[in-house]
């Protein structure tokens, strides 16, 4: 029987294909096999995160934004991870950044506006990695791997993510986005917390509390100090105290009924997850954010009541005995102690370094202090010396000349942050802007006390807030409310 040429090119066509599938899947196996054989479990791993990988850079290909927010996920929940499965989790921001940047330069479907990442931001933002990259030159250093692991959460992650956010997020719906991905991650983290403080922790958790030595930190008087999936308690108590803040300013803001008492809730239960933290660190992120917040209002009557409910406050937890009895408010009172033994031993650390660095204007290198300090000159004066404060970290590892750099920045988004708040017209904008100005500030100055800022998820919440809030007044005005 005799068949058309159509059918038999497709017949052809079919007959190619399927013989090129048999010689790439024999080719597979041999590889496949060989990998096994050199590397064991691991090169089992990465066959068969093979075909995971391949859907990734597919869907980041036409789908470049999903990088950022894969980022922000793998920020909160990369610590939890890494006490189940020990792995470099770290890097799987690397990659998605890397990955979407990379993407928006050479994949020409991809529409952006250049023009848009011309920014004064963005412009801090490169100027920062460039100094940290001339960090690789001091002579104090611990090395280039030293260099590499630890710059990636001072600076590198700003320079992609800050960018990537003016390119990729310039319409009001994207911020909505990144807000509710925030409380959901957020929530989650206030659940697994909560889970902690009723029922106890896992085993992978009581590994990483007693064997691997967080206990000291962790467990005072024999009472939880509840860290969740976060790195750390501290990491913990900053990010939900962050969250109350904001969540409970948008409650106060012009929209419905319904949506008011959503925040509201949202904040209270964000308020109990700070609680349980035990951090009293995390204090500076409701006053100094409040503080924002009320300053950024421009009014009066709403200012002098919001400095007399933090004075009423202070007063409380500083003069009297009042809720005693709760471990939370104990623990959060000595904050408030001048003789505190753990705010001594701050200071007498911040001695340390300073006579260390005399002499070091450019600090004692990306890597020499604290975890990765630790990890690769253990004996060190600045690895056996305590950070502690997120600003003494950069003075020690970068210098006078650092600090300098990255406290102009975080003054200058104070500066123009708060004349955006106090420039917008629009009630919902402006609402939007107070909250996420508010959360900025409060992780800013929480940072004096712990290195909140540049540690996950917070420090990834930063790099995509901080452009985030500066975006808000190119917004388009909408009647649509949310």
């Known amino acids: 029987m005799n068949t058309s040429p159509i059918l038999q090119k497709k017949y052809g066509a079919v007959q190619l294909f399927s013989g090129l599938g048999v010689v790439l ?54 610590s939890g991870i890494s006490r189940y499965v020990n792995a470099p989790w770290g890097l799987s921001i690397d990659i998605f950044l890397t990955l979407s940047l990379l993407i928006v330069l050479i994949n020409k479907s991809i529409q952006v506006k250049w023009k848009n990442a011309n920014t004064d931001v963005v412009i801090f933002s490169l100027v920062w990695m460039g100094y940290l990259v001339l960090e690789i030159f001091n002579p104090a250093g611990n090395g280039f791997e030293a260099w590499f692991y630890a710059m990636r959460g001072i600076g590198f992650y700003q320079a992609l993510a800050v960018p990537l956010v003016y390119l990729l997020f310039p319409e009001e719906k994207d911020f909505h986005t990144f807000l509710n991905l925030l409380i959901f991650l957020s929530l989650l983290g206030t659940a697994w917390g909560f889970r902690q403080q009723i029922f106890g922790v896992d085993a992978a958790e009581y590994r990483w509390l007693w064997d691997e030595e967080h206990h000291e930190e962790h467990v005072l008087h024999g009472v939880l100090r509840v860290f969740s999936f976060y790195s750390d308690a501290g990491q913990f108590g900053a990010s939900q105290a962050m969250m109350a803040l904001l969540t409970g300013i948008l409650a106060l803001g012009p929209f419905s009924w319904a949506r008011r008492l959503y925040y509201l809730i949202l904040a209270v239960v964000f308020f109990l997850g700070f609680a349980i933290s035990g951090t009293r660190g995390a204090l500076a992120v409701p006053l100094f954010g409040g503080l924002a917040y009320l300053v950024t209002t421009r009014n009066f009557k709403v200012l002098f009541a919001g400095l007399s409910a933090m004075i009423l406050v202070f007063v409380i937890l500083k003069y009297t005995f009042l ?76 210098g006078i000349v650092g600090l300098a750099i990255h406290l102009s920045f975080l003054g200058f988004v104070l500066g123009k942050g708060g004349a955006v708040c106090m420039g917008l017209k629009d009630p919902r904008r402006k609402t939007f802007a107070m909250a996420i100005y508010a959360s900025i500030v409060g992780v800013i100055f929480s940072s004096y006390g712990n290195q909140v800022f540049g540690q996950m998820p917070t420090g990834m919440i930063m790099n995509l807030a901080i452009p985030f809030l500066f975006l808000i007044p190119t917004w388009f005005e909408k009647n649509t409310k949310k």
């Open 25 to 78: 899947l024999f080719v597979f196996l041999v590889m496949g096999s060989l990998i096994i054989s050199k590397l064991g479990l691991l090169g089992a791993l990465v066959l068969l995160g093979l075909p995971f990988g391949v859907a990734l850079l597919m869907s980041l290909w036409s789908f470049p934004k999903a990088g950022i927010w894969l980022s922000l996920i793998m920020g909160f929940l990369l």
């Open 323 to 398: 809720f005693q009895g709760v471990e939370q408010v104990r623990r959060m009172r000595t904050a408030l102690d001048p003789n505190n033994r753990s705010l001594e031993v701050r200071l007498e650390n911040q001695v340390t370094f300073g006579r260390y660095l005399a002499d070091k204007p450019f600090g004692g290198g990306i890597g020499t202090a604290g975890f990765w300090g630790a990890r690769f000159n253990p004996n060190s004066l600045m690895a056996r010396t305590a950070t502690d404060s997120w600003y003494v970290k950069i003075w020690a590892e970068t």
